[in-house]
C-alpha cells in the first residue's frame, strides 16, 4: 500500500494541477494527503469522474517518501469512519488485521480512502476557486487554518490527540 503510482482523472485531476501550479500545494502527493484528511472531516466523498480526459499521476517514489504520514492518515481515518456501519472493534480489525491479509478488504479500504480524497480535492477546489492572484491564496489558506485553529480552540493539539487514540487504545 502507498508504494505503486496513483492516477487522478477527470476534473480530480484537473483541480489537483490547478492547485499545484496555483502554489497553494508544492506537489500532488500534499495535495493527496491534504485532501483526504479535509474530505474526512467535513464528510465529503466522490466517486471517479470520467468527464474529461484529464490525467495527474502522484509517482511511487513520492509515496514511497510520504508512506509513513500516508498510513497514518489512512488508518486514523479507517479508525474513525463510521459511515460504514462497522463497530470500533470491527474497524480495527479492517485496519490492523484483515487490511494485510485480505486484498478484497485492502482495494475496497483503499476505494472508501480515495473517496475521501477526491471529495477533499473538490472541498479544495470550491474552497480556492475564485481566488486570481497570490495574495488571494494566501489569505484563503489562512482562513483555512485560521478555521482549523478555531475548532481546536480551548484544546490543546496534544490532548486532542490522547482523546482520539485513547478512544481505540482503551477500548
Excluded: P, W
Excluded at 113 to 129: M, T
Excluded at 145 to 154: A, C, P, T, Y
Amino acid at each position: 500500500m502507498f508504494e505503486s503510482d496513483y492516477t487522478l482523472i477527470g476534473k480530480h485531476a484537473t483541480y489537483t494541477k490547478r492547485l499545484n501550479e496555483a502554489g497553494v500545494f508544492a506537489r500532488y502527493i500534499d495535495v493527496y494527503m491534504n485532501a483526504a484528511i479535509l474530505g474526512f472531516l467535513y464528510g465529503r466523498k466522490a466517486e471517479r469522474d470520467h468527464t474529461s480526459n484529464d490525467r495527474g499521476r502522484i509517482y511511487a517514489d513520492a509515496f514511497i517518501r510520504e508512506r509513513t504520514c500516508c498510513i497514518f492518515i489512512f488508518q486514523l481515518i479507517m479508525l474513525l469512519e463510521q459511515t460504514t456501519g462497522y463497530s470500533e472493534e470491527e474497524r480495527v480489525d479492517r485496519v490492523f488485521r484483515e487490511m494485510y491479509s485480505n486484498e478484497d478488504v485492502e482495494a475496497k479500504n483503499l476505494e472508501l480512502f480515495h473517496q475521501y480524497v477526491r471529495g477533499g480535492i473538490e472541498y479544495l477546489h470550491e474552497f480556492f476557486e475564485d481566488c486570481s492572484a497570490t495574495h488571494d491564496y494566501v489569505s484563503r489558506m489562512y482562513d483555512l487554518v485560521s478555521d482549523f485553529k478555531e475548532e481546536l480552540d480551548g484544546i490543546s493539539y496534544s490532548e486532542r490527540l490522547e482523546e482520539v487514540i485513547g478512544e481505540y487504545v482503551v477500548g
